[in-house]
């Protein structure tokens, strides 16, 4: 099945600094959401959106639901060292795809 | 309230073997997913079950196969092990049921290494 385009791939980035990354598809989606996965470990939701333009907040996280149902981004504000890890988009129709991850390094 | 459970963590088999991989959902979920997770492919859906039914398959070889038991715990089995199956195997359930879109809260993998 097609896979989502995520960008960037990695992000190399300074403690306190905020990030910013997304995902595309050509397909249209009911929900989109957002993992994060530490070495070794399952991915662990973080942010789930249902609706069109819905715009979610966990904490320092914030992730919206592109308007046309195509596209979602995730921003991380004021990053901190255990911010690193592989952050995956995630859209569901039927079933789930996902995007490659964005891999985020936080140098203290 | 228990996570998804996956056994066994790790394992070495070698190319020809089989493997069973098993799953035992969050409570009260009745469906189960399970995907392949490799450096170059990224994550990747196997099928989905959900009431002891398949009801969703990715593009994967027969030799990938699963089942659903009533107590919707699930295994999977791969048959034939080929270098290229090396991955984590990750299981996911969800509260979702037909037609309905649900979070998927995933195990911690079986990671499967073929020699």
């Known amino acids: 099945g097609q896979q989502l385009n995520q960008s960037p791939q990695s992000m190399f980035i300074q403690e306190g600094e905020d990030v910013s990354m997304n995902c595309t598809s050509s397909?249209?989606?009911?929900?989109w959401l957002w993992y994060k996965q530490d070495p070794g470990e399952g991915p662990v939701l973080l942010i789930a959106?249902?609706?069109?333009?819905e715009l979610t907040s966990n904490g320092r996280l914030t992730a919206q639901f592109g308007i046309t149902r195509k596209d979602s981004f995730l921003n991380i504000s004021a990053s901190i060292p255990s911010d690193v890890g592989i952050y995956f988009c995630?859209?569901?129709?039927?079933?789930?795809?996902f995007g490659a991850g964005t891999r985020l390094t936080v140098k203290p | 309230k228990a996570g998804v459970t996956q056994t066994p963590r790790y394992l070495i088999k070698t190319r020809g073997q089989q493997v069973t991989l098993s799953c035992s959902p969050i409570?009260?979920?009745?469906?189960v997913s399970w995907y392949q997770q490799t450096p170059g492919q990224g994550l990747q859906f196997l099928f989905e079950?959900?009431?002891?039914?398949?009801?969703n398959k990715g593009n994967f070889p027969g030799r990938f196969s699963g089942r659903q038991f009533s107590n919707s715990r699930s295994e999977m089995n791969v048959s034939t092990l080929e270098l290229g199956d090396s991955a984590l195997y990750l299981c996911?359930?969800?509260?979702?049921?037909?037609?309905?879109?649900?979070?998927?809260?995933f195990g911690e993998g079986s990671r499967l290494t073929v020699l």
């Open positions: 996911a359930s969800s509260l979702r049921t037909s037609g309905d879109t649900g979070e998927l809260f």
């Open positions: 397909s249209i989606f009911n929900t």
């Open positions: 959106l249902y609706k069109a333009g």
């Open positions: 995630a859209g569901q129709s039927f079933d789930m795809r």
């Open positions: 409570s009260g979920h009745r469906s």
């Open positions: 079950y959900f009431s002891e039914t398949q009801r």
